[in-house]
């Protein structure tokens, strides 16, 4: 016998006055219903109901038990309700871990407004263009540039940052602006990004209608967003970085846009987490402010 839903039923009953009120109230067969108030009479030893042709009514034990069960059966609500709020409410610390240049540029000065309106819930950011083992090293999500390859993480697409092709004015004065994209070739010097776990470069690719060009081989290189950045704030050369995050030294003037009228197509973030069914709140409440400041996608799915 189930002693607590017996207790929640005899109180039902005595409240009700009825056993078929009372089955209907909790939705459950009326056959349920006398079974278990049979059954916590033969456990308690003692009668609680009087049943009559007209109503039920609960004996001078069964108005005692009433009293205590009631209690009982609002001590264990109470406790079951706060262990509730504690998983639904936002609060506690989140582990995440975001691309270098991604964190610096926009994840971070974002953060204020999600400080301002999660006040209980705590950050610790890892900022590495590593791929970081979510499991492993304790993480609760990340935010992954590229394709998605971990078929066990549910990933969620974030936004697309478009490239720009720019150089700082000092380079620009020593070396001229290119005037095409094979001018980088012969004339100038390129600045590219390197995928850490396998050195491999990653390509400058410039397209405009039908016209492709790729180059791999840059004469410096960097396995870091922040790092490239600064190459190309250091005047070393010409490089494609994300809009978004270089937009502030183009406004300021320390990089210079070039080759405008050639594109390299956009690169596209995603969130990676866990699927877990008894997501935290604090999980759920950061993935979803992620979708809505950088670009909302509803659609979840496993990578």
Not at 106 to 135: C, H, M, W
Not at 176 to 195: Q, S, V
Request: hydrophobic letters at 40%; proline letters at 6%; aromatic letters at 8%.
């Amino acid at each position: 016998m189930n002693q607590l839903l017996a207790m929640r039923i005899f109180v039902r009953v005595v409240e009700t006055s009825s056993f078929s009120q009372a089955a209907s109230q909790l939705a459950i067969p009326r056959s349920t219903v006398s079974k278990l108030v049979f059954d916590l009479e033969s456990h308690l030893g003692v009668k609680l109901l009087q049943r009559t042709t007209r109503a039920v009514v609960p004996t001078v034990e069964g108005l005692e038990y009433c009293q205590h069960a009631k209690r009982w059966v609002a001590e264990v609500d109470s406790v079951d309700n706060a262990m509730q709020g504690n998983r639904l409410k936002p609060r506690g610390q989140l582990r995440i871990d975001a691309p270098s240049t991604f964190a610096t540029s926009l994840l971070i000065p974002a953060l204020a407004k999600f400080q301002r309106e999660y006040p209980d819930i705590t950050v610790a950011l890892g900022i590495s263009d590593r791929a970081v083992n979510i499991v492993g090293e304790g993480v609760d999500c990340v935010i992954r540039a590229g394709r998605l390859d971990d078929m066990a993480m549910v990933g969620r697409h974030l936004v697309e940052l478009d490239y720009v092709t720019c150089a700082a004015p000092s380079y620009l004065e020593r070396r001229g602006r290119p005037a095409h994209p094979d001018e980088l070739e012969k004339a100038h010097t390129r600045l590219g990004y390197f995928i850490a776990a396998t050195g491999k470069p990653l390509p400058l690719i410039f397209e405009r209608d039908a016209e492709r060009f790729e180059m791999r081989d840059g004469d410096f290189a960097a396995n870091d967003g922040n790092g490239l950045m600064a190459m190309l704030l250091a005047g070393l050369g010409v490089g494609q970085h994300f809009q978004r995050c270089v937009q502030s030294h183009i406004d300021s003037g320390e990089l210079v846009p070039v080759l405008t009228e050639w594109n390299r197509p956009g690169m596209p973030f995603h969130i990676l987490y866990p699927p877990n069914r008894h997501q935290t709140a604090r999980l759920k409440v950061f993935i979803e402010w992620l979708l809505t400041t950088f670009g909302h996608s509803p659609v979840a799915r496993r990578a």
